[in-house]
């Protein structure tokens, strides 16, 4: 009888931390935050690189540096596994960088540099889930690009370095004022799909900043307003997944990222497309279902 009550016991304290483990963001020892150069699965990225390039028309766009795609596979958060082409191909990306300026925010609240107002909050919101530039722009005039320059650089993240770039906010949404571009290529709004993946790394670990601030985030990401690009597909392939989301188009350039969290763990990933071409669109609708049956191929192997 004590027996089997100890086996009830342990089995019922195995499955509560499961259970805990499906919530957003996980919790995630610091150690165990690896490096995504570290994190680069050989499986994976073979995979990721065939698929890709069997179709002629990317194939074409990722020889000329005009498409890169990143992403990370969160079906086991022991053995996180990540892949990407052109990873460090810095290109102009719109308004996916306001994710940038959604961590400056949070940042700047929690250190008490920022009050937290409805009028803020909202902001927020408008400014991810509807991507509304007038929104996006108060925000950074609140904010200041110094500041925002200092979170992308900051050694606890590194979203943007001086040898590959990454994540920058240089310019107010909407046109006038001063600008911070960033140095590499003049860019005012930039990103490449390794810093973006790992932004959303930490976000779903609970690194951005600390878990609350993480949480926040995530609730302010979730449910996107704008039902293009990724969701398009997502909203067919998979209507029960939780969405977390930031995209954003500017003439020929489209992008898009967001963390998939499906019922399944085996959908639960990171997938972020810059793409520079007039089909980027419909391109980046296309890609949801390829990288997924990638996926499905490399959790077969450890």
């Known amino acids: 009888m004590k027996t089997n009550l100890l086996y009830l016991f342990f089995i019922l304290c195995f499955t509560t931390n499961l259970l805990a483990q499906t919530d957003l963001p996980l919790k995630v020892d610091n150690s165990k935050i690896k490096p995504l150069k570290s994190l680069v699965n050989p499986n994976l990225q073979a995979y990721l690189e065939k698929e890709l390039m069997n179709n002629p028309e990317w194939k074409n766009l990722i020889n000329q540096h005009k498409m890169a ?60 889930s509807k991507s509304d530039n007038q929104a996006s722009t108060r925000m950074i005039d609140r904010l200041g690009y110094d500041k925002i320059e200092a979170v992308m650089l900051d050694k606890k993240y590194q979203f943007y370095d001086k040898v590959n770039g990454g994540l920058w906010v240089g310019k107010r ?13 003049n860019l005012s709004h930039a990103a490449t799909v390794t810093q973006v993946c790992k932004y959303y790394y930490y976000l779903a670990t609970g690194k951005l900043v600390n878990q609350n601030r993480s949480k926040e985030m995530l609730d302010i990401m979730e449910n996107p307003a704008l039902h293009h690009k ?24 489209h992008s898009d990222s967001v963390l998939v969290w499906g019922k399944d763990p085996k959908r639960r990933y990171i997938l972020v497309a810059l793409i520079d071409d007039s089909n980027g669109e419909q391109i980046i609708r296309n890609l949801v279902k390829p990288v997924e049956k990638v996926l499905k191929r490399s959790q077969l192997y450890l």
């Open 69 to 128: 795609v990143g992403v990370i596979d969160l079906s086991d958060i022991d053995n996180v596994k990540f892949a990407r082409v052109n990873g460090n191909q810095m290109m102009y990306a719109a308004s996916l960088p306001k994710i940038a300026i959604l961590l400056t925010a949070m940042d700047a609240i929690e250190k008490g540099e920022l009050i937290e107002t409805p009028e803020i909050s909202n902001d927020m919101k408008l400014m991810i």
């Open 173 to 185: 949404y909407g046109g006038g004022g001063d600008t911070n571009r960033e140095p590499l290529k």
């Open 230 to 253: 990724f969701v398009n597909t997502l909203d067919q392939i998979a209507p029960d997944a939780r969405l977390f989301r930031k995209s954003g188009s500017w003439k020929n350039f």
